[in-house]
């Protein structure tokens, strides 16, 4: 790796993946936490739509949740996607996450009335009423 004005590597990839993204969980292993609640990400970085990220070894963005569930099951299928039952975005529970398809995700979305972009055209969202 190039060197810079950080020296020999940069900050964000000091120490393995694992151990940097396990730091930044609270989870079971941190006082009042149970197995069966939300795991949540403590780190700063986070996207647009709430969800933690950090930074991988290969220096792109990750997303926490897709990380901590393809150690605990295993690869994602490619045209899957991560589906929250919990619908906490920072939440990293690997039983709290299920996959799916996009349709299933709005699906979900719908029928918890989350739904307000994926209402059928012309039909006001079930909370509007």
């Known amino acids: 790796m190039p060197r810079g004005w950080w020296g020999t590597h940069p900050t ?4 393995p993946l694992y151990e940097r993204l396990w730091d930044r969980v609270n989870g079971p292993w ?8 939300c795991w949540l990400f403590t780190g700063a970085w986070r996207s ?8 991988a070894t290969n220096g792109r963005p990750a997303q926490i949740h897709v990380i901590v569930f393809e ?7 490619p045209e899957h996607i991560l589906r929250h039952a919990c619908d906490v975005p ?7 996450l299920a996959p ?10 719908w029928d918890k009335e989350y739904a307000w972009a994926c209402t059928p055209l012309g039909v006001p969202p079930r909370w509007a009423a």
């Open 12 to 15: 964000w990839l000091s120490g």
């Open 100 to 109: 799916g398809t996009i349709a299933q995700n709005h699906r979900d979305m």
């Open 30 to 37: 941190v006082e009042g936490v149970e197995w069966d609640d």
């Open 48 to 55: 647009r739509y709430g969800y933690g990220r950090i930074r």
């Open 90 to 96: 920072l939440c990293c529970n690997p039983w709290h």
């Open 71 to 77: 150690q605990f099951w295993g690869k994602l299928a």
